[in-house]
């Protein structure tokens, strides 16, 4: 089964800095376009950014376009999420998805078949 941990969650100040992993394992990583979304309490899960199998494409929710950056790294089954200028609103668990099915990039979380447990991202004023 493929498995998926996120991690590098924390609580930091509003104008800091988070780099998020999410380690893959059980499955053809390259395969997988990779997805991150989050959620907090009370509220829906949302999309944030997804990557494309190879790394070429990229997108973003627009909130966050400008301050988030997503990558991969297929030698490590690992793909990141940097994020920069942190905003109170960011705080939520974010939740690593990948989609072995979909030959373009999806934006809708019931189109990803796998997903990690969360890491909590907590940003104060």
């Known amino acids: 089964q493929v498995r998926l941990v996120e991690s590098g969650g924390g609580l930091v100040q509003a104008g800091g800095s988070l780099r998020l992993s999410c380690a893959v394992s059980?499955?053809?990583?390259?395969?997988?376009?990779m997805a991150w979304f989050r959620q907090d309490p009370g509220k829906q899960r949302k999309f944030v950014s997804v990557?494309?199998?190879?790394?070429?494409?990229?997108r973003y929710t627009d909130s966050v376009k400008g301050r988030f950056t997503i990558s991969r790294d297929n030698a490590k089954n690992t793909v990141f999420l940097q994020m920069n200028s942190l905003k109170p609103e960011d705080a939520a668990v974010y939740y690593c998805?990948?989609?072995?099915?979909?030959?373009?990039?999806?934006?809708?979380?019931?189109?990803?078949?796998?997903w990690g447990q969360g890491t909590q991202v907590t940003v104060s004023s």
């Open positions: 990557i494309s199998r190879a790394g070429g494409r990229t």
């Open positions: 998805a990948a989609d072995w099915i979909s030959g373009s990039l999806q934006f809708n979380e019931d189109t990803y078949e796998f």
């Open positions: 059980g499955g053809t990583f390259s395969g997988y376009n």
